[in-house]
C-alpha cells in the first residue's frame, strides 16, 4: 500500500513544479521531500518524476499517482466531517481567504462574532487573489473562501468545489465633491457624458478592460492619468486631482469630504461567492462559518 504522505508529496511536486517549492508548501525540507519521492518510486518499480532543466515532469506512473493522491485527500477530508458531524462541534482549525476588500467588507466583520459563539474554533485569515483561493482550496491549504468574478464574465469553478452565491457588489463612480460631470435626474451618472477625462484605473485585468472597453465603445476620449490597485491611493489620487475613478462597495472605506461615490448607469458588477470543497460539505465548522459570513453579508447596505 502507497504512503499517503508519499503520494501528497509527489502531487505536491507535480503541482508546484519543483521539489523545493513542493516543500515550501508543505512545510518540509526539500531534502524529506526527495527521499520520500525516492521511496515511492522503489514501491512503484518506475520512474516517477523526470527532470527537465530546473523543473521535473510527472510520468504517465506520476500521473495515475496524482489522481489516487486527490482521492485520499478527498477520503481524509470526508471521514474528517463525518466524525466531526457526530459530535456537532465547531472546533479545530479552519482556513478562511478573500481577496483585499472582502476581508475589509465580510471576513473582519465576521470573526469577532465567531469567535464569541464558537470559541474552540481556531480560525486562520488568508489574503489572496480569487485565483489564488480556488488553487489553495483544491491542495486543501484553505477550507473556505471568499471569491468574485464579474457578472458578464463567469468563471467555471474547478472539479471538486462547490459555491454558493451571496450577491452583486456593484460599482460606483469616485470624483472630487466639486466635480462637473452631468448627472441624470436619478443622480446616476452616464459613462457616456463623461468623454474628455483623465481617469485613475487599475492594473491590467478584468476591471480595468470592463472601463477602457466602455470608453472605446461610446467613442470617448480619456487619457489613463494613474494607476492604482488599492482603495486608498485610488481615493487619495482622485482627491489629489487626477480623474476620477470606479470603485466597488464592498469594503470600501469612508470616502474623504472631498470625494464623493455616484452611481452609474449599467455599471460593472462583481459576483460575491463563498466556495468549498464538496468533501468538507458535513464539516459543521464549515456549514457555522459560512452561515455566519452569509449573515453579515445580509447585513451589509454597500453591495446591491
Known amino acids: 500500500m502507497f504512503s499517503p504522505e508519499h503520494l501528497v508529496s509527489l502531487k505536491a511536486v507535480v ?6 517549492a513542493a516543500a ?3 512545510g518540509l525540507t526539500a531534502s524529506a521531500v526527495s527521499q520520500q519521492l525516492t521511496r515511492l518510486q522503489r514501491e512503484v518499480g518506475q520512474p516517477v518524476l523526470v527532470r527537465r532543466g530546473r523543473n521535473v515532469v510527472p510520468t504517465d506512473a506520476a500521473e495515475v499517482l496524482v489522481r489516487l493522491a486527490a482521492q485520499v485527500e478527498q477520503l481524509d ?11 456537532s462541534d465547531v472546533s479545530g482549525p479552519l482556513v478562511l481567504s478573500s481577496f483585499p476588500t472582502g476581508i475589509v467588507g465580510l471576513l473582519a466583520p465576521t470573526v469577532p462574532t ?3 459563539l464558537y470559541p474552540l474554533l481556531r480560525l486562520t485569515v488568508r489574503e489572496l487573489t480569487p485565483e489564488g483561493s ?3 482550496l483544491r491542495r486543501g491549504e484553505v477550507d473556505l473562501a471568499v471569491v468574485h468574478d464579474w457578472t458578464d464574465y463567469h468563471k467555471a469553478l474547478p472539479e471538486g468545489l462547490v459555491s454558493t452565491v451571496l450577491g452583486n457588489d456593484v460599482v460606483d463612480l469616485i470624483a472630487r465633491h466639486d466635480h462637473d460631470l452631468r448627472i441624470g435626474r436619478t443622480g446616476i451618472v452616464d459613462l457616456r457624458d463623461c468623454g474628455g477625462r483623465d481617469w485613475v484605473d487599475d492594473s491590467p485585468g478584468v476591471f480595468s478592460d470592463w472601463l477602457l472597453t466602455a470608453l472605446r465603445e461610446r467613442h470617448l476620449d480619456y487619457r489613463i492619468a494613474a494607476t492604482a490597485d488599492t482603495h ?3 481615493i487619495a489620487l482622485v482627491e489629489a486631482g487626477f480623474g476620477i475613478g470606479l470603485m466597488p462597495r464592498l469594503g470600501r472605506p469612508e470616502l474623504p469630504e472631498a470625494v464623493v461615490a455616484l452611481p452609474v448607469k449599467d455599471p460593472p458588477t462583481r459576483r460575491v461567492m463563498l466556495v468549498h470543497r464538496d468533501s468538507s460539505e458535513r464539516r459543521p465548522a464549515v456549514a457555522s ?5 452569509r449573515r453579515v453579508w445580509g447585513q451589509n447596505t454597500h453591495p446591491a
Open 15 to 20: 503541482e508546484e513544479g519543483t521539489v523545493l
Open 289 to 293: 462559518v459560512a452561515a455566519e459570513v
Open 232 to 234: 486608498p491611493s485610488k
Open 77 to 87: 477530508e470526508a471521514a474528517r466531517a463525518e466524525l466531526e458531524h457526530l459530535t
Open 114 to 116: 465567531l469567535r464569541e
Open 134 to 136: 480556488l488553487r489553495a
Open 24 to 26: 515550501d508548501r508543505l
